[in-house]
Structure formats: C-alpha cells, structure tokens
C-alpha cells in the first residue's frame, strides 16, 4: 500500500521519447499536484544541460550517475517552481539509466529528491502545513529494458527508506480543473534595519505572507469554512464541462494578541525604507476529485506570496549579475508576471518578463525550463499593467536626498542583452552561489 | 410581541490598524509631521473601499465603503439592523440564557459584535509591482492600534446608518489617538492610545475616551477635571477611571471571579418598602478560592476582600484586591497583631478590616455596634443611608461569623426589613445558579442574625475624588 499517483498520459510518452537515447544518464521533474489521496502528475520535464565555458553540449552526454550535477538538478527545480500558478508543484524525479549502475540508481534519486527539496524550500516564504504531502515521488527507469521502478520518500524524514508507489496513466486529467483567480494589491513599507537590505526586505515579506495566510479567504464572494465544496452541482455535469473560473478575495483579519502587553511604540533604527507597491495577478488550479474550499483558498494564498516573493528574488538575483553592489536607491520595476498554455493540460504556466526582455525571450525560456514549444503569440502578457505607481510622486512627505535620485528602471540599470546569455550568466551565477554553500560546508566540516 | 422587543442595539467594532512612520534623528517638527502623516494614511485607508466589517458569529460581511455591500444577498443599505441579529449564531449555553433573561425584563442594549479587515484583492488592475528604496538614517516606530468604536443604534436604523457611523467614528478614534499621541510623546517614545468607553449615569449612550498607556490614572487627574466639567458630573466620584470603563454583556472577566451575584437575584416583597443596595460592581469573594484552604477562619478575610473589589472596580484604587498574607502583613504594619500573626488561620473581625481598608486603600470605615442581634431589625434607617451615601458593601462579625450586607428593602412606614447577604463560606465553584438557589447569595429576614450574639457593623466611606 504507497501512494498513489495519477499520471497524465503524455508524461508516458515523454519518457519514451527520452529513454530513447539510450546509454546515458537523463534526469529529470515531475509537476503536478497533491491531494489527500493520491496525487496528480501532468507533467515531466527534463533537466536542461548545462553550457558551460569551452564544452559543447554534445560532449557532455552523461555516462555515469556519478556525473549528475546534483546542484544543477536543484537549480532547475527551483526555477521552475516560479513559473507554476499556485496548486502546481514539483512532485519528484524521474531517473533514466543503464543497466549497470541500476544499483545505485535508488540512492541517487534519494539524494536528488532531498537537494530538490531544499532548494525549493529556501524560496518559499510559508511553512507547510499539517495537511501538505511529503512524500514525493522518484521513477527510476532502465534504458536498457525501458523497465521502470515507482517508489517515494518522505522529505520530512532524512532517514526515510524508498515505499513503493502506486503508478497510473491516464488521459486529461487537467483538462477541466478550475482556475482560481485574484488580483492582489500590495503597499508594504519595510524598515531596512540590518546591514544586509535583502534580509530586510525577505523579513517584511515573511510579515505580509502570515497576514496572507492568515487572511479570511472569500470563493466566490463566500467565506471559505472547512468543509465546504468548491464545485457545486451535480459532479458528472462538472467533469463533462469546461474549465470554471472561480473568484477569490483575500481580507486582512486585524487582529493583534500581543497588543494588550505592549504600552509605547517599538522604535529601530534603521538605514533607510523598502517600499513594494503595486498589484498582482495570480492564478491557482485544483484538481476536480473533490476539492474543499479551504484548499482553493490554500493554493491561491500560496501564490499569491510566492509571485510577490519570486519577483523580489529575481531583482536582487539581477543585480547580483550585473555586479551592482547593492540595491540602488530609487524605484525599480519588478519583472511583470505572464502565462502561457501548457498544451493538452487545460492548465498554464508563468514567467516573468523585465523590461528589457521580449516575448520572444520568454517563449525560449518556457521551451528550455518546461519544454514548452510555444509562439510568441502564446504568451499572455495582458494580465498584469506596465505601468507602475510613482511611488516618489505620490509620496508628499519623502525627504529632498531620496526625491533627487532619478526614478530608474532596471532597464537602464541592466544593459540590454540576448536572452541566451542572460540565460547562461544566471546559472552561472547560480552555480557560483553553489559553489560557495559547498565551500561553507566544507568549512563547517573542517572546524 | 412587537411591544417587548428589544429595540436598543450598540454596534462595536474593534480591530487593529498597524502604525508606522519614520522619525528623523534631529528635527522636531518633522517628527510632529511624520506622525500626523502616519494617521493620515490610516485616515485614507479607512475611506477606501478596501474596508470590511464583519459581523461576529456569522456570515455577514459588509463594505461600508462600497454603499454597504454585503456577502448575505437580503441585506442592503437600507435593511433596518436589528435584521443582522437573525444572521448571529449564539452557539455557546450561556449566551443564549441572557439573551432570554433578556427578553423578559433587561432593557438595555443589545450588543453587536463587529470585526475590521482589510481587504486586499481589488477587480481592476492596479498598477504593476514596484519596489523603491530610500536610504536615510532615522528611527522606524510601529505599533498596533487597537480601533475599538461603539454606536448606538435603533433597530429601525439602517445597516447604511450603522455602517457610516462607523466609519465616522473610525475617523474620530484616530484624530483623538494622533492628538494622545502627540500629547504625550517624549521625544521618540511614543505610547499606545487605547480606546476605553464609558457610561454616564442616567444614558445608554456610551462614550469614548483616549488614555495613554503607561500613563496612571493619578498622572490623567487633569483630563479627568475637564471631562467632569465637559458632561456636568459631580466631583465626589470617579467615572472616567480606566476601571470605571463599560462592561459590555457577554464579556468574560479574565480573573474568573463572578461579579455582582445579587443582580440575578429578585427582590423581596415587603409592603412599601424600598431598595437600599450596594453602588457599582463587585466581585464574590469566599471561602477555597486562589488555592488557599480557609475554611472555618477566613470568612472575614473573604469579606474584606469583597469590598476591596468594590474600590477597585469603582475606580478608587489601582491596588489589585489584597491575598490572606497582604492582609496578615497589613495588620502586622500598623502594629494592630505580632509578626507571628503572619501566616497563622487566626480569623480577624470588623475592627481589623476597618484598619486594613484604611492601611492599604487609604479608605476610613465607620464602625456600628449592636449589643444583641435582635437590634439589627431596628437599624433600617442606618443601613438605607450608607446604601444611598456611601454605596459600599459592608462587612458585619459577629461571634465567629462573618457576612457581607449588600443591600436593605426596608419599609419606613412599618419598620419591616430584609438583609441582602452575601456568604462568605460558600466552599463550590463559582456557579451562579448554585449561589443564588441554595442562598450563598440571598435576601435574609431578622431572625438571620444570632438574636443574642453581638455584631460590629464596618462601614467603609469613599473618599471624595475623581
């Protein structure tokens, strides 16, 4: 008795195609969404290989499971959870292999799942909750035999052992989910107390995303109890129709329990202000056996603090690219969130798009993160307005030093540049900062 | 039954809005500025249509911003608001058994419970995501503040009615937390304004008042003056002490003591007799209760700490009701017992509760004496002029019991009269059911008192002040 997994049918087709090649080591994600009873896969995607400078991709055909780039694995995980809507998440691993190093193939993906974890969990502003699965879910496959082996690992528990899983094919699973749907505003003023701004501005998010989580959430314009049905009429009727659109509002609950303990103001010291303002569009889907109101309001919360969080991210990621030392003074626009289909799904998927950037650029990094062949005219970019507040303009009362700086964009701070390269230079970077986490380890270890 | 409904509602909403601004190291008016900027933008945040009341218990959401939308399809704008109460779910028992009480023979009003939130999806699209910095050195101060508005309202009033009373009130609550503030801010140490309400004599209205926290009711003497002179009241009593603040029905009492038992009792008929009883709010003191065991010597100690309640709800004192061994200490200070006193089950009578209440509250007590207690039947005329005077509860020992008289029904033509007794020995749970059938709590005719046994009365008096 292990979990059990329903699987969209293409994913079966995916793996064919790749395990195709065989003699080489393939790794890759599965997407798709948890439930209370089993969970849902509608999507594998292969782990995109890495350029790096004077090699050739063809060369670096991976031979053994010693060659996995366990960081990298990581890495793309980690940018592809930001482009799944609220409900989707990576869901585990497949590994293809040869015969001979099958062995080890379990203790690979073991190790693979658990990297895979951390590195999406650093970017996630909630903490789980009781009701969020564990498990997930590793497929080793022989390339040889084609043959494949099911089994999952709980990441709560670093000495957990491989279960077995129960795996199943089935077609259009996705294809009549509701969409969830909000556009949320946001004015937060964060106080930079530390040294380092970028820790400021994560623990004034971390703030705002309690409120988020704790906020009272309306499914079209009812408040969510805990056993209410999402989808309402007779279940038959639903499942043969299309795709609903289901509303959600988010309300601040105000409340404060330490209040009564407190009598004058908490006053810091701090080196200047972070202010985010705008509004969001996020987007969150749920899988039609069953579904609770709570849970829409969960998935839809999630994205909401995970849009906000990924944008805020990637700007300072930015930035660290092109060596600006810090934060500039000023307002920046951050990177505007747009869609596009994950064809056969009834389901889409999201990026954000900076200045400086085209369509076409997001379409090649749909097609290089989630293999997604798409057309520019595929991208939805309308969602969400290009023009932002003028945060400095509204602000009556900001002092004479910081009105003086010029508003800037990160198109000017960020030159212009194709996106392949700007591709490149961000795993590069990334995989500077994994060298360092390694280095700092190694320290640990030594001391 | 149109005829005994009750039409008298008060709507409180409370909530807490979050308080930020920026103060500048040197210059002082631009601190003056950032803090009357920092209301400000909680002013417009109240305006916009982002504000929601909710109606505690049930499903009812209102936008009193947006023409009172609301999320139960049947109210409107227009709907009278006595119609919300039939949305409210009164699931817990003894809610439900006031409401009923209620309905027979309480007039006062019935009180909505309202919650502030904000809400923060929107249907248009606002502007795109932005983040600005500002570097500067200065101070960052935040604090919650706890909104908590009341109206009164008919229940022909409209929801409309209610919910821009409301929003106006929000309003006057946060001009009158930014003057507090303002007031007595030292510098960057800026208290908390909390909202208190209170009910002048002879209203339902209720009104509320901002006080600095930190600050003591002793240090806010003069605003008290001025809100003495501002509604007419005599000087000789405190109403606008933060203990003198309205208790709102429904509310528990977080010490668990059970207040004014007597209130759920009916009076006695006694031919043209009036009602002399106890002023103010109490709570029951007796026998078992804070883990001490007692029982059998500490029945004047239970007295004695029934009346200092009864200061300290009055708002006479700050001092929290003194425990055995304060009590034992006290008397040991003013030289009335040795230091071997402390500690022991020795019981105390009326003479040393007399010296207790005036060594800790400062509050003297007249002392009245009957040789038999057969006599006490004839002291009427006494007793019915502390009520209406002093209003206290007194303490009366006489052999090796002790009680507390909280009221007379006392006939002036016929001499006839009935004690309201409040029995220290009760050794239960503070079940009010319990108190009053079995007579902890009761209305107790002459022969109550042993006839032969003779009784000192202790009468505290209350200091004339604010």
């Known amino acids: ?447 | 039954m149109v005829l005994t409904e009750n039409n008298n509602f008060i709507f409180r909403l409370k909530g807490v809005l979050e308080f930020s601004c920026q103060l500048d190291s040197s210059n002082e008016a631009h601190g003056q500025n950032a803090i009357s900027k920092a209301f400000r933008v909680l002013r417009s945040r109240i305006s916009s249509e982002s504000l929601v009341f909710m109606v505690c218990n049930s499903p009812i959401l209102l936008w009193p911003n947006k023409s009172c939308h609301s999320t139960v399809e049947s109210l409107s704008e227009r709907t009278p608001c006595r119609d919300v109460q039939q949305h409210i779910d009164l699931e817990d028992g003894p809610n439900r058994k006031s409401s009923k009480r209620r309905d027979k023979k309480d007039a006062s009003p019935i009180t909505v419970n309202l919650k502030l939130l904000m809400e923060v999806t929107e249907s248009g699209s606002g502007g795109a995501l932005s983040l600005c910095r500002v570097t500067k050195k200065q101070q960052c101060v935040m604090m919650p503040l706890c909104m908590d508005c009341v109206i009164n309202a008919g229940g022909h009033d409209t929801l409309g009615f209610v919910c821009s009373g409301l929003v106006a009130a929000l309003h006057a609550q946060l001009s009158d937390m930014e003057q507090t503030v303002l007031k007595y801010r030292k510098d960057k140490s800026l208290p908390l304004p909390e909202p208190f309400h209170f009910q002048l004599p002879a209203s339902d209205r209720l009104f509320t008042v901002i006080y600095p926290a930190a600050v003591t009711d002793d240090q806010l003497l003069s605003v008290r003056e001025e809100l003495h002179r501002k509604h007419d009241l005599p000087r000789d009593r405190p109403y606008f002490r933060r203990a003198n603040a309205f208790h709102f029905p429904g509310e528990p009492y977080k010490d668990g003591y059970l207040r004014s038992p007597h209130t759920h009792l009916n009076a006695p008929s006694i031919e043209d007799a009036k009602l002399y009883v106890v002023r103010g709010v109490y709570s029951y003191h007796h026998y078992m209760q804070d883990r001490v065991d007692d029982n059998g010597w500490g029945c004047a100690y239970r007295s004695l700490q029934t009346i200092c309640s009864w200061f300290q709800q009055q708002g006479y004192t700050e001092r929290t009701v003194p425990t055995h061994k304060q009590i034992q200490q006290a008397l040991v200070d003013v030289g009335d017992k040795e230091p071997s006193f402390l500690g022991s089950r020795q019981w105390i009578g009326s003479i040393e509760v007399q010296a207790v209440l005036n060594q800790l509250l400062g509050v003297n007590s007249k002392i009245l004496f009957v040789s038999r207690g057969s006599e006490l039947a004839s002291k009427g005329r006494e007793l019915a002029n502390h009520f209406q005077t002093e209003g206290t509860p007194i303490m009366i020992g006489g052999g090796v019991l002790a009680h507390t008289i909280l009221g007379v029904a006392w006939s002036e033509t016929s001499g006839q009269i009935r004690f309201l007794i409040l029995d220290p020995h009760y050794t239960g749970g503070e079940d009010i059911q319990t108190i009053t059938d079995k007579g902890w709590c009761g209305w107790k005719g002459p022969e109550f008192w042993d006839q032969n046994a003779y009784y000192n009365l202790c009468l505290p008096q209350t200091p004339k002040i604010i």
């Open chain 1, 1 to 447: 008795m292990g979990r059990g997994y329903i699987v969209e049918e293409c994913v079966e087709k995916y793996l064919t195609n790749l395990s195709a090649a065989a003699g080489s080591c393939e790794t890759g994600l599965f997407i798709g969404q948890c439930s209370a009873q089993r969970d849902f896969v509608v999507l594998a995607v292969r782990t995109p290989h890495r350029e790096t400078e004077g090699a050739a991709e063809s060369q670096r055909t991976l031979s053994s499971l010693d060659n996995i780039d366990v960081e990298w694995v990581a890495e793309h995980a980690r940018q592809v959870s930001r482009m799944l809507p609220g409900g989707l998440s990576v869901l585990g691993l497949f590994l293809i292999a040869p015969p001979e190093v099958s062995k080890e193939a379990q203790n690979t993906l073991k190790k693979l799942v658990f990297s895979v974890d951390k590195s999406i969990s650093k970017s996630k502003l909630w903490d789980l909750s009781e009701d969020d699965v564990t498990e997930r879910i590793t497929l080793h496959i022989c390339s040889k035999t084609r043959k494949a082996v099911c089994k999952t690992f709980d990441v709560k528990d670093p000495k957990c052992s491989a279960k077995p899983a129960d795996w199943r094919y089935q077609s259009g699973i996705s294809s009549s989910w509701p969409l969830i749907t909000c556009s949320v505003q946001l004015d937060l003023q964060i106080p930079v107390t530390s040294e380092n701004v970028d820790e400021s501005i994560k623990d004034g998010l971390r703030m705002w995303a309690k409120q988020i989580e704790a906020a009272l959430c309306l499914i079209n314009g009812k408040a969510v109890t805990d056993d209410s049905e999402l989808l309402l009429g007779p279940k038959k009727s639903t499942k043969a129709s299309q795709q609903q659109t289901v509303q959600a509002q988010l309300l601040i609950l105000t409340e404060d329990a330490d209040a009564g303990q407190m009598s004058s103001a908490v006053v810091q010291e701090c080196s200047g202000s972070v202010c985010v303002r705008g509004a969001v569009h996020c987007r969150a889907y749920i899988h039609t056996n069953k579904p609770k109101t709570r849970h829409a309001a969960q998935a839809i919360k999630r994205d909401v603090v995970n849009t906000v969080f990924s944008r805020v991210e990637m700007l300072l990621e930015d930035l660290l690219m092109s060596e600006a030392a810090d934060l500039a003074c000023g307002q920046q626009d951050l990177p505007r969130r747009v869609f596009a289909p994950l064809s056969g799904s009834g389901l889409s998927v999201c990026d954000y798009i900076f200045p400086d950037e085209s369509t076409a650029d997001v379409a090649e990094r749909f097609k290089e993160m989630l293999g997604c062949d798409l057309s520019e005219g595929d991208v939805d970019t309308s969602m969400e307005a290009q023009t932002c507040f003028s945060v400095l303009g509204v602000e009556d009362g900001c002092d004479e030093e910081a009105t003086q700086v010029p508003t800037q964009s990160s198109a000017e701070t960020v030159p212009k540049k194709n996106a392949a390269i700007q591709y490149a230079a961000g795993m590069a970077v990334a995989a500077a900062v994994a060298l360092l986490a390694t280095a700092t380890s190694l320290l640990y270890l030594t001391e």
